[in-house]
């Protein structure tokens, strides 16, 4: 699939990968997802959730959406029955909201197949396309980044 820049008009779908256990997980859900519907997106959502699952601890996501520890092998790498699915589908965006070189979002933000990538970390090979970073040491949340990542898919022309 051929990457690069292209103009917000001609995004029709998007895929956006988000830490369920971030403190601001559901005011950035919610923001994407206004984002999408203004735009006339087709949105979806893949979701990382490495906590200890327990009676006070229970999963807010959709099981075949989320990569939970349960899903990664001793060294990080995704279960094939888990990865399948999510890398059988094609979008013209992908977003990364997860400030991790951790290995399983790493192979993801890599593997997944999109027109446009941006994320928050710059993995080996040139992926993702753009890269939000944080300023001057001050670690920004969910949210503040998709704001960056908005505006900056609005100047793209």
């Not at 690069?4 to 919610?30: H, N, Q, V, W, Y």
């Not at 699915?85 to 997860?98: A, T, V």
């Not at 505006?151 to 793209?156: Q, R, S, T």
Request: hydrophobic content about 35%.
């Amino acid at each position: 699939m051929k990457t690069g820049l292209i103009p917000l008009s001609e995004i029709k779908t998007a895929m956006t990968f988000l830490d369920a256990s971030s403190r601001s997980f559901e005011e950035c859900r919610s923001a994407v997802s206004d984002f999408y519907r203004q735009n006339g997106i087709d949105g979806n959502f893949l979701y990382l959730d490495l906590r200890n699952f327990s009676r006070k601890v229970t999963l807010k996501t959709a099981p075949q959406r989320t990569v939970t520890l349960k899903d990664l092998n001793w060294y990080g790498k995704v279960r094939t029955e888990k990865l399948t699915p999510i890398l059988r589908c094609n979008s013209d965006l992908f977003i990364s909201l997860i400030n991790s070189k951790d290995y399983p979002v790493h192979f993801l933000t890599s593997a997944y197949n999109a027109k446009l990538k941006i994320g928050r970390q710059d993995y080996s090979g040139g992926v993702p396309d753009v890269v939000i970073s944080d300023f001057w040491g001050n670690r920004m949340s969910d949210t503040e980044c998709f704001s960056l990542v908005e505006d900056y898919l609005h100047k793209i022309k």
